[in-house]
Every structure is written in structure tokens, then in C-alpha cells.
Nanobody
Framework: QVHLVESGGGLVQPGGSLRLSCAAS????????MGWYRQAPGKQRELVAT???????NYADSVKGRFTVSRDNAKKTVYLQMNSLKPEDAAVYYC?????????WGQGTQVTVSS
């Protein structure tokens, strides 16, 4: 069983920064994709950024140049550095790890961007 635990969410002013972390436990295949998705009230869950075990990254257009996804394979942890945050970035952010037919989600962490 794979368990994902996110941390680092909170309240930040527009223009500020936050760093999210997601630690995975359990048996994870070495070749996988880890990433972040978000869901704002009344909206569908959307991709924010992903990173493969080979460090290939993919970003939503809305966060390119502001967010950076990274990972530590030894720690089975994925990070999301969020800079220049905007009110429209406010959402519950979910960590995800996937390989083959397997797809696991964290419980989510709230990010609020408000002055």
C-alpha cells in the first residue's frame, strides 16, 4: 500500500511563495511519475506539474515560470516551489504518484492566496 502525505500549504499574500512537500511511503516502482494537481471550489481537478523518475518535467501553462517541481528519489519525496503566487492559484493541492496501472493520491493541502 502506498501512502502520500503532503505538507507546506497555508495562507500567503499575492506575490508570495510557498513550498509544498509530499512524502511517499510503501512500495513504489522505481520508474514512476510524481506530481501535483489542484482543485479550486467549483472546478475540476487540474494538473499543475509532474516530474518523472528521470527528472523530466511538465507544467501547466498557467504556472510556467513561477512554479518548480523537483524530487528526491532516495527520500521518495516530491516538492513544489511556488513563487509569485496569484489569487487564482488558491486551491487544494494534491500529490500524485503513478506507474503502470497504479495511481495514488494524497489527502490534499490547502493553499490560500489572499491579502
Amino acid at each position: 500500500q502506498v501512502h502520500l502525505v503532503e505538507s507546506g500549504g497555508g495562507l500567503v499574500q499575492p506575490g508570495g511563495s510557498l513550498r509544498l512537500s509530499c512524502a511517499a511511503s510503501g512500495s513504489i516502482f522505481s520508474i514512476n511519475v510524481m506530481g501535483w494537481y489542484r482543485q479550486a471550489p467549483g472546478k475540476q481537478r487540474e494538473l499543475v506539474a509532474t516530474i518523472t523518475s528521470g527528472s523530466r518535467t511538465n507544467y501547466a501553462d498557467s504556472v510556467k515560470g513561477r512554479f518548480t517541481v523537483s524530487r528526491d528519489n532516495a527520500k521518495k519525496t516530491v516538492y513544489l516551489q511556488m513563487n509569485s503566487l496569484k489569487p487564482e492559484d488558491a486551491a487544494v493541492y494534491y500529490c500524485n504518484v503513478a506507474w503502470g496501472p497504479y495511481n495514488y493520491w494524497g489527502q490534499g493541502t490547502q493553499v490560500t492566496v489572499s491579502s
